[in-house]
């Protein structure tokens, strides 16, 4: 799995053979996927060429083989994706703020958009193998969890089979 910052709130998650990109805006070049995902209301479609599908709504999806949940949270929504025996997370940090525990189960990796102050205990009950952290507060994020230099990168690649033992931190920038 590659997930790529394509802006400031904008990503693109490659898994296997398919393309997500994650709230595009208008400030990206324009970009191919398979599907939009939506955790904002003002992304810009425009910007996504090929798109099948936008997924801004609770409920169950398949792309390109792909299975995508989403659920509502605090009126927001949460996604995850099942890669052979890995559960993916993505998520704004203002939503899983208001999670309730109960509501998520565990999670091998983590993908939040710090807009604001990461819910470390949400993060920590979720018992990911790795965290990606984009957005405004992401290095403050960061060292909440107890990474005081997670790796920084425009692009984070993931092994789905050869997750790392203990949690890694990584900052897309």
């Known amino acids: 799995?590659?997930?790529?910052?394509?802006?400031?709130?904008?990503?693109?998650?490659?898994?296997?053979?398919?393309?997500?990109?994650?709230?595009?805006?208008?400030?990206?070049t324009k970009i191919d996927a398979d599907a939009i995902i939506?955790?904002?209301?003002?992304?810009?479609?425009?910007?996504?060429?090929?798109?099948?599908?936008i997924i801004n709504k609770v409920g169950d999806y398949e792309v390109s083989?792909?299975?995508?949940?989403?659920?509502?949270?605090?009126?927001?929504?949460i996604f995850s994706f099942s890669i052979d025996a890995v559960e993916v997370l993505l998520a704004k940090a203002s939503v899983l703020t208001n999670t309730p525990s109960d509501k998520?189960?565990?999670?091998?990796?983590?993908?939040?958009?710090?807009?604001?102050?990461?819910?470390?205990?949400?993060?920590?009950?979720m018992e990911p193998r790795v965290v990606i952290l984009y957005g405004e507060k992401a290095v403050e994020g960061a060292k909440a969890l107890?990474?005081?230099?997670?790796v920084k990168s425009s692009k984070v690649s993931v092994s789905e089979d050869r997750l790392p033992e203990e949690t890694e931190i990584y900052l897309l920038s």
């Open 1 to 28: 799995m590659d997930v790529v910052l394509l802006g400031e709130n904008s990503l693109k998650i490659k898994i296997k053979k398919t393309s997500l990109v994650v709230d595009p805006q208008k400030e990206i």
């Open 38 to 53: 939506a955790t904002y209301k003002d992304y810009d479609a425009s910007r996504v060429t090929d798109y099948r599908v």
């Open 65 to 77: 083989g792909l299975k995508i949940s989403s659920f509502k949270s605090s009126e927001e929504l």
């Open 104 to 125: 998520l189960q565990d999670y091998g990796i983590v993908i939040v958009n710090a807009d604001s102050h990461i819910p470390e205990n949400v993060i920590t009950s």
């Open 146 to 150: 107890g990474s005081q230099d997670g």
